[in-house]
Nanobody
Framework: QVQLVESGGGLVQPGGSLRLSCTASGSIFSIYNMGWYRQAPGKQRELVASITNTRGTNYADSVKGRFTISRDNAKNTVDLQMNSLKPEDTAVYYC????????????WGQGTQVSVSS
């Protein structure tokens, strides 16, 4: 069992930056591939960025060059640095953990709101 708690959301102006953090507890963090997803009102949840346990990364085209995902296996955290934010980045952002060897084992955080508006 893994518990995921996100923090760092808020309201920011277009062009601004935010850093989201997800802290995991309850299991061996290093065996999970981690990701950030987002869901805007009326839209499906979508992958924003992911990072494997060996720090391989993947980004949605819409955030490439603006967002950076990182993890600290010693602190059981995965962060999402978001720069040059746009109004279309407004969404609830969710932290996700997928077991490296048993990919049906998936955990989600409760979500944190990110709003980009002037």
């Amino acid at each position: 069992q893994v518990q995921l708690v996100e923090s760092g959301g808020g309201l920011v102006q277009p062009g601004g930056s935010l850093r989201l953090s997800c802290t995991a507890s309850g299991s061996i963090f290093s065996i999970y591939n981690m990701g950030w997803y987002r869901q805007a009102p009326g839209k499906q949840r979508e992958l924003v960025a992911s990072i494997t346990n060996t720090r391989g990364t993947n980004y949605a085209d819409s955030v490439k060059g603006r967002f950076t995902i990182s993890r600290d296996n010693a602190k059981n955290t995965v962060d999402l640095q978001m720069n040059s934010l746009k109004p279309e980045d407004t969404a609830v952002y969710y932290c996700n953990a997928v077991h490296k060897y048993v990919q049906s084992v998936v955990y989600w955080g409760q979500g944190t709101q990110v709003s980009v508006s002037s």
